[in-house]
């Protein structure tokens, strides 16, 4: 009987050890522990994008500029930037009128002939349509 009860216990931890590594490997699974960047073609976003009251324009030597109606700015006195774009990293580094420079560091998750979205690390999230 002592053996018995020695065989079910050896059993019982197996059974215990089993499960618990199971429950792990089910809530990795949902993690995303390796997170993919996508790829973006930067030529795509040469061109005049709208979103609402904001307009930017980009051109493939990698400058551009924008401007926002609801300030009441005209194109004629946007803003100029450079830009970039990495896999997914679109980076824009604004030139101010007094001197200096502001980089603004978004992550573009889509990016096609009309269509350009991105968002910042603090929740702003921009959708822009291209026009012709």
């Not at 009860?5 to 050896?10: A, R, S, T, V």
């Not at 700015?73 to 970039?84: D, G, H, K, L, S």
Request: aromatic share 14%.
């Amino acid at each position: 009987m002592k053996q018995t009860n020695h065989i079910l216990q050896k059993i019982r931890n197996s059974l215990h050890f089993g499960l618990f590594f199971c429950c792990v490997a089910l809530l990795l699974a949902g993690c995303d522990l390796f997170p993919r960047k996508e790829k973006f073609d930067k030529t795509l976003l040469s061109g005049y994008w709208v979103s609402g009251t904001i307009h930017e324009f980009y051109r493939a030597e990698g400058t551009g500029y924008t401007w926002d109606t609801a300030d009441d700015v005209t194109e004629e006195e946007a803003q100029p930037f450079t830009w970039t774009l990495e896999k997914s990293t679109l980076t824009q580094i604004h030139q101010m009128e007094m001197g200096g420079n502001v980089p603004k560091t978004y992550t573009v998750t889509k990016l096609n002939t009309t269509t350009l979205e991105y968002h910042d690390d603090y929740g702003k999230y921009y959708t822009f349509t291209k026009e012709q």
